[in-house]
């Protein structure tokens, strides 16, 4: 017993020291302290990551769930068995592929080990007279190696290390032939349920370093974001039955270094049965960058050990035109 005591103190101070470090600036800022909000580095860290969150409409803060891994590490402390899940989705800045494997146990805590791989496709290069030199490949890499517990009953929490890497490659001929840059971050976040069937949530995302693809000077800080969550299960307190839940989520997300650029998502998910679990799922986003503003919408099936789940994006790009293609997430628990 004597444990869950010193496993709870650890976990506090390990998320207070991670959430007070985001008030330093960062080793590459200005002397003076002051980081530059221009513009931001590895923006593919803010891509939704499972077919969940993108039906959800990114309402991840207070959803316990494998997929907490790329969310709010809090929420694998609800995962109470080993499981592996892929996932793979299209985004307009390319195709992206995510695996997870999850160690959970309702005693110790759950472990996670996931990579994230975006691969913005190839780009022919020409010189000045239109002939073909070269072909570039561009692709984002992510290693994240996640930790949560329960504090005590109704609060876990949850944190995260993730290295980050852009790499730029080529066949042929380029300019800028063999760019790779690397830096690392934290998310730190926590969950809690004040009464049985309200969740709310808080944490911080994508804090550390500045990405440094050419010089010092020239290095972007990372798209470090604040976000709050709140969910209910509306259904559930209106029928008293326990074999079905209507979760309704609203989350707001802000940056932390340049505060005032809010993103509000709301995500609401129906499911029916205990053991096997069937679940329909819809989200809204209003977001900061008018092209992800939308409906989303998604389906889930849990049968014994497997689990599928696939999401749709009906939001048009306000870059191509057009929508999405689905998104999948397929696990089984080990």
Known sequence: MTSIPIRAAASVWLIVTVLAAAGAPSPAAAQDGSVSTGSEGALFLLLPVGARAVALGRVMTTVESSEAAFWNPAGLAGVDKNEIVLFRGDHVAGTATALTGVWGSSDAGSLGLS?????????????????????????????????????????SAGVSFKVVQFRLSCRGICPDAGTAATTWAVDAGVQARPIERLRVGAMVAHLGPRLQVRNAEQADPLPTRIRVAASYDILRALTEREEVSGWLGIEVQDRLRDPGSLSVYFGTELSAGTDDVISLRAGYVVADLDQEDGTR????????????????????????????????????GL
């Open 115 to 155: 990579y994230f791989l975006l691969d913005a496709g190839e780009l022919d290069q020409r010189d000045e007279n239109g002939n073909y030199t070269g072909t570039i490949t561009i692709r984002n890499h992510l290693g994240v190696a996640s930790a949560a517990t329960r504090l005590f009953d109704g609060m």
């Open 297 to 332: 919408v998604g389906l889930g099936v849990r049968y014994e050990r497997f689990e599928l789940s696939i999401a749709k994006s009906l939001a048009v790009s306000t870059l191509t035109g057009e929508t999405e293609p689905v998104h999948v997430t397929f696990a089984i």
